[in-house]
């Protein structure tokens, strides 16, 4: 690990849970700046786009992070390359909307589903069942069903969670008897994109994550080097990563940098 030269960090469960930044992150993430490796952070956040991940990090004192990327970046664009400008419709939340309005797509009401061309779901606060019904009645009658990921549960504060953008899509995906399109992690583009934003190949960067089947499949997919952050003990299933950890403390000796906080 002494020889990488950017780390991409997953962040709800690895960076911070909720609003809180686990143990160590801020000073061995200021450490790894310090001793000149690039830092990139991805998320599968389907409410977020990476300009409002990083005032996020900003606010809780993270002030070095190179690249910051969503799933939000690249839905509108991904849909208009496979399908053309269409008629969308969101069910998730208000920013999804607005950036799949902002590629050049028409956002369809949710009443009018059947005038959609291709289905997008995130994360839904208000999921009703009125709104599960539209998208899965849609996807049904033959409308792409695409989402920001199929993460189970979103890690908040005090080991809670909520349920996923997963368990939304699995509910639409199940009705409907399609399988959905998934534009972020473990997918390639995002990996790929930070990448490039970095400036390093794929075999110099690592990917510190706590998901195995979103973060270290989805590095290993692409060629990156794997870091598995598991703070409450090794997961079943580990060895996929090609090291693990259990704390920031950790990952900055493997790094070979000190990370003392202040
Ligand atoms: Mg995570």
Not at 232 to 238: I, W
Not at 241 to 250: H, K, P, Q, T, Y
Request: net charge negative; hydrophobic share 50%; glycine share 12%.
């Amino acid at each position: 690990m002494k020889s990488v030269r950017a780390f991409v960090f997953d962040l709800d469960g690895c960076v911070w849970n909720g609003d809180t930044l686990n143990p160590g992150a801020a000073a061995v993430l200021r450490a790894l700046h310090e001793h000149g490796r690039r830092l990139g952070f991805i998320t599968n956040n389907s409410r977020a786009t990476g300009s409002d991940i990083r005032v996020r990090l900003e606010r809780l004192g993270v002030t070095v992070a190179d690249t910051v990327l969503t799933p939000l970046e690249i839905i509108g664009e991904t849909i208009a390359d496979r399908y053309g400008r269409s008629r969308v419709l969101v069910i998730g939340a208000a920013e999804l909307a607005d950036v799949v309005a902002l590629a050049g797509h028409e956002i369809v009401a949710v009443k009018d589903y059947r005038r959609a061309a291709v289905v997008v779901v995130g994360n839904d606060f208000e999921l009703s069942y009125e709104r599960l019904t539209a998208a899965a009645r849609a996807a049904a009658a033959g409308a792409p069903l695409v989402t920001p990921n199929v993460d189970p549960r979103l890690p908040i504060e005090g080991g809670d969670f909520f349920p996923g953008c997963g368990a939304i899509i699995a509910a639409v995906a199940t009705a409907a008897g399609v399988e959905p399109i998934v534009v972020g992690k473990p997918e390639p583009p995002l990996f790929e994109i930070a990448l490039r934003r970095l400036g390093v190949g794929a075999p110099e960067a690592a990917m510190v994550g706590d998901s195995i089947p979103s973060d270290v499949v989805g590095a290993r997919r692409v060629g990156m080097r794997t870091v598995l952050y598991a703070p409450d003990g090794v997961p079943p299933g580990a060895d996929a990563a090609e090291l693990v950890i259990g704390s920031f403390a950790d990952l900055a000796r493997l790094a070979g940098v000190p990370a003392t906080a202040g």
